[in-house]
């Protein structure tokens, strides 16, 4: 079973950029599809931008696209999302998740494909 800790979070004005990074155990990484999810307080968790095994695939929220980017090193076992341009709805605890894979170009929207999961950490955007 994969295990993930997410880091990069904080406090940052609006129109700033914060990374996340999530870093993954286990031997199979580029097996593993990779997602961001967020939750903010008393709203559900969300979708945010998911990569494929090989890292060719991405896909973003409409809210998010054209200010976050998503990119994974399979080498390090790492997952990162760059988010630019922030604002105070971008304010949640983002997650990341793994999902198995057996295609490489395989990439999950839904939560309920995604078995292991990150602790959390903390965005807050300021206006």
């Known amino acids: 079973q994969v295990q993930l800790v997410e880091s990069g979070g904080g406090l940052v004005q609006a129109g700033g950029s914060l990374r996340l990074s999530c870093a993954a155990s286990?031997?199979?990484?580029?097996?593993?599809?990779m997602g961001w999810f967020r939750q903010a307080p008393g709203k559900e968790r969300e979708f945010v931008a998911a990569?494929?095994?090989?890292?060719?695939?991405?896909y973003f929220a409409d809210s998010v696209k054209g200010r976050f980017t998503i990119s994974r090193d399979n080498a390090k076992n790492a997952v990162n999302l760059q988010m630019n341009s922030l604002k105070p709805e971008d304010t949640a605890v983002y997650y990341c998740?793994?999902?198995?894979?057996?295609?490489?170009?395989?990439?999950?929207?839904?939560?309920?494909?995604?078995?292991?999961w990150g602790q959390g950490t903390q965005v807050t955007v300021s206006s």
């Open positions: 998740a793994s999902a198995y894979a057996f295609y490489s170009h395989t990439l999950y929207v839904e939560a309920a494909r995604y078995s292991a």
């Open positions: 990569i494929s095994g090989s890292g060719s695939y991405m």
């Open positions: 286990g031997r199979t990484f580029s097996s593993y599809a």
